[in-house]
């Protein structure tokens, strides 16, 4: 993945820096997803599918910066933030099958995409916080929270 990213590089447009990316992008990165399963009465019902610590290295270390270099990296530039942000919520969507995730998955992607406007390094960070973070309180209240 690192190859082709690093050969399209050329094609792809410049990031602009937004003003105030920052101040919006963190909040929606920590409370976007939370917002918009509230939005649509999405609850955790079950317990978490796996084992916490499969679970924890699966979305946290390999997810996570996956999605980052795939759609951080190759589609968001060509399409933009939002547009990327309601994509990587329908493909979720066409995975399982929940479409009460959309709407905060959707925030959670365009919080990234402004942090990314201003740091593909805290982007990542927080992706990979937010995911683990998620592991974590899923396996604690016994609710899964993906």
């Known amino acids: 993945m690192a190859?082709?990213?690093g050969a399209a590089s050329p094609r792809l447009r410049r990031r602009r820096r937004?003003?105030?990316?920052?101040?919006?992008?963190?909040?929606?990165?920590?409370?976007?997803?939370?917002?918009?399963?509230?939005?649509?009465?999405d609850r955790p019902t079950g317990p978490p599918?796996?084992?916490a610590g499969l679970e924890l290295l699966t979305l946290a270390a390999?997810?996570?910066p996956a999605e980052e270099l795939?759609?951080?990296?190759?589609?968001?530039?060509?399409?933009g933030v939002a547009a990327t942000a309601v994509l990587f919520a329908l493909k979720h969507v066409a995975i399982?099958?929940?479409?009460?995730?959309?709407p905060g998955l959707a925030l959670f992607w365009l919080g990234l995409g402004l942090v990314r406007s201003r740091s593909p390094r805290?982007?990542?960070?927080?992706?990979?916080a937010a995911n683990a973070g998620g592991v974590l309180l899923g396996h604690a209240s016994g609710r899964?929270?993906?």
């Open 18 to 41: 937004l003003p105030g990316a920052l101040w919006l992008g963190i909040p929606l990165v920590l409370a976007g997803y939370q917002a918009g399963r509230a939005l649509t009465g």
């Open 70 to 79: 795939a759609w951080g990296g190759q589609v968001e530039p060509r399409v």
């Open 49 to 51: 599918p796996e084992p």
């Open 3 to 5: 190859t082709v990213a």
């Open 62 to 64: 390999v997810v996570a």
């Open 122 to 128: 805290l982007a990542l960070a927080l992706h990979v």
């Open 96 to 102: 399982d099958g929940r479409w009460r995730r959309a």
């Open 144 to 146: 899964d929270s993906f």
